[in-house]
């Protein structure tokens, strides 16, 4: 949990009053193609029928008024967001390299203050006429920033510059989420001081970027942040969520991962 103020917004100033009308039956759900890309086929992922806040407990509620999701994809977290009861957010940006979930958040997810945007960001399946470091065109601050599954698929020499782009839109008080593929280094001694990245596609490295776990902690502190919450993966070695926010205090302790062992390949863009 997060150690800082848990206050509500006044509910008179929510736009959940505004914005509540949505239902699951009247809010559209992503065809079946663009949820393979996220790799959630199931609509139960991009679902929330009792309208409760997307992230739980786990974020304050104030901290769901502006939203930055990098890495939107098709809309999962927005559309779940404009189904919450308590807190429709008054500004969300979406942005992602993936052109056609972009094109149908703008077309199916259109409401005061949400906006998507394409960012041409490379990537070799589904945007390989992109440049390598695309600006994430924003000088807003956000209260709350999002990246579910997207450092897992950003390689070792990009990390940094959309790390740092995330980090500088962070508000003082702001959250950020996080999802990452950890490893420990430490049993791997081949790896050169410069290397901490595993990849499992040689045709697209983004495939899935599995990260030093010592690695991703001094990233955090290089920007200043501090993680606060860790929560271990819920499958063996999947994926590990992480919240931060500013402050040059120590990380929380990572608890060992001794969840069930399973499966749960990524869609590849390029099949290798
Ligand atoms: C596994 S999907 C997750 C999508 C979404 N966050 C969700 O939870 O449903 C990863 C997404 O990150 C996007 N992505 C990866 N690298 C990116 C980058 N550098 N900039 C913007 N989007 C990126 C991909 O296009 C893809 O839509």
Not at 23 to 49: A, D, I, K, W, Y
Not at 70 to 83: E, N, S, T, Y
Not at 233 to 240: C, I, K, L, T, Y
Request: charged share 20%; net charge negative; proline share 8%.
């Amino acid at each position: 949990m997060l150690a800082y103020s848990q206050d509500r917004p006044n509910p008179r100033d929510l736009r959940a009053r505004i914005l509540s009308s949505f239902t699951e039956q009247t809010l559209p759900m992503p065809p079946v193609e663009l949820r393979r890309s996220v790799g959630h086929e199931g609509t139960e992922h991009f679902e929330n029928p009792y309208g409760v806040l997307a992230f739980g407990g786990d974020v304050p509620i104030a901290n769901y008024r502006r939203v930055l999701d990098f890495g939107c994809g098709c809309g999962r977290v927005a559309r779940q967001m404009l189904l919450q009861r308590e807190i429709v957010p008054e500004r969300f940006l979406g942005l992602d390299l993936y052109e056609p979930s972009i094109q149908w958040c703008r077309d199916n997810l259109r409401q005061p203050g949400f906006e998507f945007r394409h960012l041409n960001a490379h990537n070799v399946g589904l945007n390989p006429s992109g440049v390598r470091h695309a600006e994430l065109g924003t000088d807003e601050q956000f209260t709350l920033i999002n990246a579910h599954s997207v450092f897992t698929h950003i390689v070792e020499p990009d990390l940094d510059y959309y790390f740092e782009q995330c980090a500088r839109a962070l508000s003082h008080d702001g959250v950020l989420r996080t999802t990452w593929f950890l490893f420990d280094k430490i049993n791997f001694p081949m790896m050169q001081e410069f290397q901490n990245c595993l990849y499992i596609n040689p045709d697209d490295p983004s495939n899935a970027a599995i990260y030093d776990v010592k690695f991703v902690r001094e990233l955090f502190a290089r920007h200043g942040l501090t993680i606060t919450t860790a929560h271990p993966p819920e499958m063996r070695g999947h994926q590990w969520l992480l919240y931060a926010q500013r402050g040059a205090g120590p990380h929380v302790a990572f608890r060992p991962d001794l969840a069930p062992t399973g499966l749960a390949r990524p869609p590849a863009s390029i099949d290798g």
